[in-house]
DNA sequence: GTCCAAATGGACCGGCGTTCCATAAGCAAT
DNA sequence: ATTGCTTATGGAACGCCGGTCCATTTGGAC
């Protein structure tokens, strides 16, 4: 068992192996291959060394993913606006800059984790909460409100998101949606009374918006009980 | 490459192999082991076979974890009440339903996929948007809030449920939420106001009501975009 | 120069998903 | 019964992976 946070004391070597280095060669592999290729005999030979040497900084496979899936949810705070808006519409820009993170980076969508431990994580939740706190609801229900917004966020979005790494390798989003569509048309309509019919809009339907959909549905509903607040 | 849908012709052996035998025996390995504790060999001996006649019935390992999760979604059903309520009240129990299915079989939480294709995924997003053209709101968003529901309750699920897979085996929940309650009261309050004061409400919340609260605003919000509806 | 902890990297292990293929079992026609 | 063909079986084998081990190197402290 060795040091995860191996910390070069001083200086160090020229061509030190470090945990974010690490990171970073597998975010550009995971991006380029999936996570099915992401292997540490190839991560190994990408930055020069064996893969025992990767184990000095990262205890192993799951711990890296988790690293790299929280580096790429950071992306969305660089997108994010920040402050300076009324909760409602912070709370949006923010939701929406996570998907659109995570929509850059497919194979991420299924590791971000709600109960945050990783230090972006915890940056989303934080936000998340100090904006729900500049809202009228009554203080003892902002943590359950807060969490449920970045479950709505994280989950959502990995719905959505992560089926795109098993279908894009093989055909196009388009193929996929149309085969679909032709499936649903096939079921029996007696006992599929709803889907045989929604076919036209499962073809052309943009999967950003049915985020935002959902999103303002949930947003309503804050507003609704936080009491309508007067616009400012 | 080889049939996927074995049919038995007329009567067949009486220790035939069929994929729903299959399936069933992964889901109690599931149960029991966990994804990583599932694996052809292992299989193939509860099943006094080999690992060569399981790929008769079954593609790939990904196709037998997805089927044993569909599998696990059905179990919604058995509890579902039905059709007989308001949309409001039939959504809420369908989405509770959904929760505590996977609540029980947490290694199925991050294997429900939301575009569906296998048949109890198709079942419930079928019912969902059945409740929803019960509602108020306007036929061309029927398909986008239901498809929007259906996310929220299989992603928000996962994202509740999922971790327990990690942390289950090596220790409890009380422990886990103690140790990152610390964790986050020792963080910076300057840089993270939120969570610094939410620790105990880390503590003692309850992951259903976590569900439930998020999902309340979301139908609440449905609620409000479709006009307030006279009870019947 | 000497010493030691930090860090490296290549060989190696056990086990996995998957494939291959010789064989068995059931069915239909003779 | 015999034959011929399809369906199905199951055990051996392949290639590769995550992870461990450990001899070796590196570079700062003294």
Redesign the interface.
């Known amino acids: 068992m060795q040091r995860t946070r191996g910390r070069a004391p001083t200086g160090g070597r020229a061509d030190a192996l470090s945990q974010e280095l690490i990171v970073e060669a597998a975010v550009a592999l995971l991006d380029e291959l999936g996570e099915r290729g992401l292997t540490f005999r190839l991560l190994a030979k990408q930055l020069k060394t064996g893969p025992g040497a990767l184990y000095w900084h990262v205890s192993n496979k799951d711990e890296l993913v988790a690293l790299a899936a929280d580096q790429v949810l950071g992306h969305a705070f660089a997108a994010d606006p920040g402050s300076g808006e009324d909760a409602g519409s912070g709370l949006r820009a923010l939701a929406v800059a996570v998907f659109d993170a995570l929509d850059r980076h497919p194979w991420a969508a ?1 590791h971000v ?3 945050p ?1 990783l230090a972006n994580a ?2 989303l ?6 904006l729900v ?1 500049g809202t009228a609801l009554p203080a003892e229900r ?8 970045s ?2 966020i ?7 998101i ?2 795109r790494t098993v279908h894009d390798a093989t055909v196009s989003r388009d193929a996929f949606l149309a085969r ?1 569509a032709r ?2 048309e096939a ?1 029996d309509a007696a ?5 045989t019919r ?1 076919t036209e ?2 073809r052309d ?1 943009a999967d950003r ?3 935002t ?2 999103l ?7 507003n ?2 936080a009491g309508p607040r007067p616009p400012v």
Not at 125 to 130: H, K, P
Not at 142 to 149: G, K, Q, Y
């Open positions: 299924s984790s709600a109960p431990t915890l940056r939740l934080d936000r998340i909460g100090t706190a902002h943590f359950e409100v807060a969490t449920a917004i479950y709505y994280t989950g959502v979005s990995a719905q959505i992560a089926p679909t499936r649903w079921l006992d599929y009374p709803f889907l929604a809009h499962l339907h918006d049915q985020f959909t959902g303002d549905l949930l947003l309503g509903g804050l609704t009980a």
